[in-house]
Structure formats: C-alpha cells, structure tokens
Nanobody, 125 residues
Framework: QVQLVESGGGLVQAGASLRLSCAASGRTFSSYAMGWFRQAPGKEREFVAAIRWSYGITYYADSVKGRFTISRDNAKKTVYLQMNGLKPEDTAVYYC??????????????????WGQGTRVTVSS
C-alpha cells in the first residue's frame, strides 16, 4: 500500500511561484511513475505532469509546458511540482498520484492506483 501526502498549496498572485511536494510511503517508490493532476471548480480532473522512474523522463500538459517542472527525489520518496508564472486559470486542487506499473497512459487518471488528498492552489489576478 502506498500513501501520498501533498503540501505546498496556497493563495498567490498571478505571476508568482509555488512548489508543491508529495511525500510517499512504500519501499518501491523509486520504481513508480508519478503524476500530478488538478481539478478546478466545476471541471473534471485533468493531467498536469508526470515523471517516470527511469531516466527521469517527464511529460507535461500543453497548458503548463514551460512554466511547471516536475521532479523527484527517490531518497526522500518525494515528488515535486515547481510552478512558475502562475495564472488565475491554474487555480485548482492539485493531486499527486502513483502508478506502480509505469503504464504508457501517463495522462489518464486510470493509469494511477494511488492518490493523495490534494492541496489547494488559488491564483488571484
């Protein structure tokens, strides 16, 4: 069983930066693919970014490419989402997710077996 705990959310102004963290339990964290998703009020949860365990290969949604960076520290069992140049449309609850099988469909919620409780990010204009 894997438990994920997100932190780092908050209220910021447009243009600011935030770094989200996701701390994981479990002995095999280093072999998991990890993802970040977000859900804005009244909208469906959407893919933001993902990182594979091998070679640190990363993927991003077009809406965040060039502004957000996903990274991981396997020794700390933590994955990060550095968010720069935040926009009001980035306002959402951000969720961390873990995929023990490193499935190719990294952009789909169905690829992930474990989810955190979410951390709220609010960007004011």
């Amino acid at each position: 069983q894997v438990q994920l705990v997100e932190s780092g959310g908050g209220l910021v102004q447009a243009g600011a930066s935030l770094r989200l963290s996701c701390a994981a339990s479990g002995r095999t964290f280093s072999s998991y693919a990890m993802g970040w998703f977000r859900q804005a009020p009244g909208k469906e949860r959407e893919f933001v970014a993902a990182i594979r365990w091998s070679y640190g290969i990363t993927y991003y949604a077009d809406s965040v490419k060039g502004r957000f960076t996903i990274s991981r520290d396997n020794a700390k069992k933590t994955v990060y989402l550095q968010m720069n140049g935040l926009k009001p449309e980035d306002t959402a609850v951000y969720y961390c997710a873990a995929d023990p099988r490193s499935r190719p469909t990294y952009y789909s919620m169905t690829a992930y077996d474990y989810w955190g409780q979410g951390t709220r990010v609010t960007v004011s204009s």
